[in-house]
């Protein structure tokens, strides 16, 4: 007998993000989620207790809430916000949600969307034929916000035009289709550029959170499309990078000032065929002290964060439907039977 | 009445033919072309190579005052690899290896092996993925972005390469006085899916390697043909990104590489292993289950982004 039956467990403290992502060892047959905090407390609890087996759908868990003072348990099943596991080395695909506008003249780039399916803030996502915006068609973004069936936010791009500078679209768009995805995490990625700024040291823009670190040199490609064609194939040094929630961006040790303006080609244009500007992973260059370009860091030596690497995991996503409590602790058990029956 | 099968059947209704059948397996083509390091043991898990920058050209003379020009700085970039350690492994009861007819551990050893070299293949393409160059076919007619694959876009792509000073990969075939074959130039080598096939035969130009002038001699079976400068290998498990194109169709994400482009870093006590482990061993007090292993160490990483482009395509 193989000791594969338990292969992963332990606890955690719910936030208020009502989600959690739980590295594992390998997929589970059975994985098991209970509130401490809650079990027993005569309060009412919505999950107090919940699980997902092998074979279940994405989203999906089986759950039991518990009565206010009898702190009887009752069964329930939920389709959305509960378990999904992910091998971010083979993740799943997802059904595309159609879209109605992107607000890409107003700058904000709010994506309207009837159903906003299980998107949640920090997710990925693809958009295509967005018609009247196709200069962003087949990009990939990261979410900033979600009103559940309104809408979506892309405040990454939003933020290229906010603080970088970037010129609104001509058009919103009227239509299109977003796709949620789960990206591989081979390391490091190239990025879709979304600005670059003219400035003694250029800031660029990314249309989401970036992995790169100070000390990385980026390697770019920008064509005349965009504009600021004098960015190709330049091989920059980053010297610090920002990752908030609404703006992703690296500063660079690289001077931008007499460059010709960043800007995306029009929808029409783009329609006609061009490449993305992108910054693609190139070496790694010594690192910086707090953001001087001409100072080093001490002690003296070049970057190893950056190292190509394969950062894949097995995870299992908790969603709101299984974590109903911030502040709560949370214990869980992942199990991997030696035989598993199907019947 | 005569006798037949329904009142006399054969007493041994079965056979087994020892021939196996084949399992598919796939083309390995993504570590083709990659430059190989094996780092040594108890040497840490990062691998650094460093490219030291060309220096400016000088074809300004000196004055007769004969004053030292100012210096050059020298600068050099390094390139970060880690090796990660990858497992797997297949449990048998003894029952079975003594009841079947088959040796099945070789079939196990055969599967592993397989296993090992189609896992390394995928880690090297989803590196190229995640971090080679990005460039859109636009040279086809399907309307989508990117278009399907054109030969404007391969001479793009290899007038890159050039430009970037890339070495070709492979040296110019000949032409021959055989009927129906070409010459093809000396080649940077593209690594795609072959969903990719009917898009390359509609290529102009495109030669299907038969039509080289040495004939398909010394070709692997996964070379599919060329074109001017590029030579294409595929394979089914090619680098495919879904709905991502303008129009939401399947890209095909076509890796073309200089020489040199990229690498696999192998760890000198962590190649490829077959293990064996023999009833009695595990937690297994009464010999019931062996068990055989694979385990392997494995970087990758682009060498110089310069040289390594993912030319997207759709029409697959």
């Given at each position: 007998?193989?000791?594969?039956?338990?292969?992963?467990?332990?606890?955690?403290?719910?936030?208020?993000?009502?989600?959690?992502?739980?590295?594992?060892?390998?997929?589970?047959?059975?994985?098991?989620?209970?509130?401490?905090?809650?079990?027993?407390?005569?309060?009412?609890?919505?999950?107090?207790?919940?699980?997902?087996?092998?074979g279940m759908a994405g989203g999906a868990a089986q759950t039991a809430d518990q009565a206010v003072t009898t702190g009887i348990l009752s069964s329930e099943a939920v389709t959305s916000g509960g378990f999904t596991f992910i091998d971010t080395a083979n993740p799943p695909t997802f059904s595309s949600l159609a879209t109605t506008a992107i607000t890409g003249n107003a700058g904000t780039f709010v994506v309207s969307m009837a159903s906003t399916g299980d998107i949640a803030v920090g997710d990925w996502v693809r958009l295509?034929?967005?018609?009247?915006?196709?200069?962003?068609?087949?990009?990939?973004?990261?979410?900033?916000?979600?009103?559940?069936?309104?809408?979506?936010?892309?405040?990454?791009?939003?933020s290229a035009v906010s603080a970088g500078g970037l010129a609104v679209f001509a058009a919103d768009a009227t239509a299109g289709f977003v796709q949620k995805y789960i990206p591989n995490r081979m390391y490091p990625r190239w990025s879709y550029v979304s600005m670059i700024t003219a400035a003694s040291q250029a800031v660029v823009y990314f249309t989401g959170k970036n992995d790169y670190t100070p000390g990385e040199?980026?390697?770019?490609?920008?064509?005349?499309?965009?504009?600021?064609?004098?960015?190709?194939?330049?091989?920059?040094?980053?010297?610090?990078?920002?990752?908030?929630?609404t703006v992703s961006s690296v500063t660079l040790d690289w001077?931008?000032?007499?460059?010709?303006?960043?800007?995306?080609?029009?929808?029409?244009?783009?329609?006609?065929?061009?490449?993305?500007?992108?910054?693609?992973?190139?070496?790694?260059?010594?690192?910086?002290?707090?953001?001087?370009?001409?100072?080093?860091?001490?002690?003296?030596?070049?970057?190893?964060?950056?190292?190509?690497?394969?950062?894949?995991?097995?995870?299992?996503?908790?969603?709101?439907?299984?974590?109903?409590?911030?502040?709560?602790?949370?214990?869980?058990?992942?199990?991997?039977?030696?035989?598993?029956?199907?019947? | 009445m005569s006798v037949n099968i329904n009142n006399m059947p054969p007493q041994i209704q079965q056979n087994y033919t020892q021939k196996l059948l084949s399992t598919p397996e796939r083309n390995c083509i993504h570590n083709l072309f990659a430059s190989v390091i094996e780092v040594q043991d108890n040497d840490g898990f990062i691998n650094r190579q460093s490219r030291y920058d060309a220096l400016e050209t000088f074809e300004v003379p000196l004055d007769n005052a004969q004053m030292n020009p100012p210096s050059q700085l020298l600068s050099r970039v390094d390139i970060d690899c880690r090796v990660r350690n990858y497992a797997t492994y297949v449990v048998l009861t003894k029952q079975v290896t003594m009841t079947n007819q088959d040796p099945i551990l070789n079939s196990a050893a055969a599967r592993l092996g397989q296993a090992y070299k189609e896992t390394s293949d995928i880690l090297q393409r989803d590196n190229l993925e995640s971090s080679a160059s990005v460039v859109n076919c636009v040279g086809?007619?399907?309307?989508?972005?990117?278009?399907?694959?054109?030969?404007?876009?391969?001479?793009?792509?290899?007038?890159?390469?050039?430009?970037?000073?890339?070495?070709?990969?492979?040296?110019?075939?000949?032409?021959?006085?055989?009927?129906?074959?070409?010459?093809?130039?000396?080649?940077?080598?593209?690594?795609?899916?072959?969903?990719?096939?009917?898009?390359?035969?509609?290529?102009?130009?495109?030669?299907?390697?038969?039509?080289?002038g040495t004939?398909?001699?010394?070709?692997?079976?996964?070379?599919?043909?060329?074109?001017?400068?590029?030579?294409?290998?595929?394979?089914?498990?090619?680098?495919?990104?879904?709905?991502?194109?303008?129009?939401?169709?399947?890209?095909a994400n076509c890796f073309i590489t200089a020489q040199e482009g990229y690498k696999i870093v192998f760890q000198a006590g962590g190649r490829a292993k077959y293990i064996y482990t023999p009833p009695g061993y595990m937690n297994d007090p009464a010999h019931l289950r062996h068990a055989a292993a694979c385990n392997f160490y494995q970087g990758q990483c682009v060498n110089n982004d310069l040289w390594v482009q993912n030319l997207r395509s759709t029409g697959i």
């Open positions: 007998m193989l000791p594969y039956q338990v292969i992963d467990g332990g606890s955690f403290t719910s936030d208020s993000t009502l989600a959690k992502q739980l590295p594992l060892s390998d997929r589970p047959d059975l994985f098991w989620l209970r509130n401490r905090t809650a079990w027993g407390d005569d309060a009412a609890e919505t999950s107090v207790e919940s699980w997902w087996r092998y295509y034929a967005t018609t009247g915006e196709l200069q962003i068609a087949g990009y990939k973004f990261q979410v900033t916000a979600v009103t559940a069936n309104v809408s979506i936010t892309l405040g990454y791009m939003a040199i980026l390697s770019f490609r920008v064509s005349s499309d965009f504009g600021m064609e004098q960015m190709n194939n330049v091989q920059a040094r980053v010297l610090s990078v920002t990752n908030s929630s001077d931008t000032s007499g460059y010709t303006t960043f800007v995306f080609p029009t929808s029409a244009v783009a329609a006609a065929g061009v490449s993305p500007a992108v910054a693609v992973p190139s070496s790694s260059g010594v690192v910086p002290d707090n953001g001087s370009a001409s100072v080093p860091q001490i002690p003296e030596g070049t970057n190893l964060r950056d190292a190509f690497d394969n950062r894949n995991k097995f995870i299992m996503d908790l969603g709101s439907n299984v974590i109903t409590s911030s502040d709560a602790v949370y214990d869980y058990v992942a199990f991997k039977f030696d035989r598993f029956n199907q019947e | 086809g007619s399907n309307g989508d972005l990117p278009t399907e694959m054109a030969l404007s876009d391969l001479d793009d792509i290899v007038a890159v390469l050039q430009n970037n000073d890339g070495d070709y990969i492979t040296n110019m075939i000949d032409a021959s006085d055989n009927i129906g074959t070409s010459p093809l130039g000396d080649a940077y080598t593209m690594m795609c899916t072959s969903r990719m096939i009917p898009v390359l035969n509609n290529i102009t130009g495109f030669r299907r390697k038969f039509e080289y004939g398909s001699i010394n070709t692997l079976s996964s070379e599919w043909g060329g074109v001017n400068n590029v030579r294409v290998f595929q394979s089914s498990q090619g680098s495919v990104s879904v709905d991502a194109s303008l129009l939401g169709n399947d890209v």
